[in-house]
């Protein structure tokens, strides 16, 4: 069964500080990696997600997937007090030819401080 | 508006009563999922539905029950909830394959148990 880790729990950071934040996944046949957000007592919000190895650039984010590793980061240039949020990644297998089972990590709590 | 509604967003009841939530997409998704997310904030898939066929049945307890009339709406029952349903009931859908993973989340029922 897939095991998604996401370190650190929790994290810190101030206003206009690069953040980096960790999500390993175990099962090799993995095809879809995301990054969800979900602010307090809100629905969670896919983010940004890749299917290939590389990295992934969308205005202050960026993704970065290392299959062989068995690894994807999700990295915040400029960090704001608005991406103060739980952040958790998410990884998919396609079962049965055409649907995709996504399992979540159990999420890094981030806290910008003005 | 398209998103995935769900109802109602609070529900409180007692020990062995019986509890049933809705949930509608309107964004033409094929599938949809529900997920439980506990008080440490993960989130357990519990079943998901591709065009009204239950694809996904993981090992949850016999009490909850998907209900699904079309491949826009999936309703989740709960026959004599017990102290450990209290959560966050997520409601979310997609379409199946790769291209286009996404989920798209409902704003989710909270439910105590009391």
């Known amino acids: 069964q897939q095991k998604v880790q996401q370190s650190p729990e929790s994290l810190i950071v101030p206003e206009g500080a690069m953040t980096s934040l960790n999500c390993t996944f175990s099962?090799?046949?993995?095809?879809?990696f995301a990054w969800y957000r979900q602010h307090s007592g809100k629905a969670p919000k896919a983010l940004m997600s890749i299917f290939s190895n590389g990295e992934k650039e969308e205005g202050r984010f960026t993704i970065h997937l290392n299959k062989a590793s068995l690894h994807f980061s999700l990295h915040i240039r400029d960090s704001q007090p608005s991406d103060s949020a739980l952040y958790l990644c998410?990884?998919?297998?396609?079962?049965?030819?055409?649907?995709?089972?996504?399992?979540f990590g159990a999420g890094t709590r981030l806290a910008v401080c003005p | 508006e398209t998103a995935v509604f769900q109802t109602p967003n609070y529900h409180v009841t007692q020990v062995g009563n019986e509890v049933s939530f809705n949930c509608k997409q309107t964004l033409g998704h094929d599938t949809m999922y529900w997920y439980k997310q506990d008080s440490k904030k993960l989130l357990k898939i519990m079943f998901s539905y591709n065009n009204k066929q239950l694809i996904v049945n993981e090992t949850v307890p016999r009490r909850f029950s998907p209900q699904s009339s079309d491949k826009a709406h999936l309703n989740l029952r709960i026959k004599s909830v017990e102290p450990e349903d209290s959560a966050v009931y997520l409601c979310a859908s997609s379409y199946p394959g790769q291209g286009d993973s996404d989920y798209t989340f409902g704003s989710g029922t909270r439910l105590l148990v009391i």
């Open positions: 099962d090799s046949a993995s095809q879809y």
């Open positions: 998410a990884v998919s297998i396609l079962l049965s030819g055409s649907f995709n089972k996504l399992t």
